[in-house]
């Protein structure tokens, strides 16, 4: 099994900034892609960044510029820097990786999510 845990959510105000984090463990072997979406009420899931084993990185247009996604591979940890943000960036953010496990399995795995609000 594998499991996603975010931190570093929280109420912050307009043009302030935050970091979340994600880490994954439990029988991983390697994880190739790992990216943020977020949720805001009444909208659908959006992908927000995202890095893959080789260190490219895709932007959504609306936080291009903002924010910045690296990771650490070492400890399977994946990182949103969060700059200049804005009341539309509310949202509940989610961590997904897409996972090699022991098991030979390639699955993509959820975290449960943690809450950004931004205050005008």
């Known amino acids: 099994q594998v499991q996603l845990v975010e931190s570093g959510g929280g109420l912050v105000q307009a043009g302030g900034s935050l970091r979340l984090s994600c880490a994954a463990s439990g029988s991983i072997v390697s994880i190739n892609a790992m990216g943020w979406y977020r949720q805001a009420p009444g909208k659908q899931r959006e992908l927000v960044a995202v890095?893959?084993?080789?260190?490219?990185?895709n932007f959504a247009d609306s936080v291009k510029g903002r924010f910045t996604i690296s990771r650490d591979n070492a400890q399977n940890t994946v990182y949103l820097q969060m700059n200049s943000l804005k009341p539309e960036d509310t949202a509940v953010y989610f961590c997904?990786?897409?996972?090699?496990?022991?098991?030979?399995?390639?699955?993509?795995?959820w975290g449960k999510g943690t809450p950004v609000t931004v205050s005008s």
């Open positions: 997904k990786a897409d996972v090699l496990s022991v098991s030979r399995s390639r699955t993509d795995y």
């Open positions: 890095i893959r084993s080789g260190g490219s990185t």
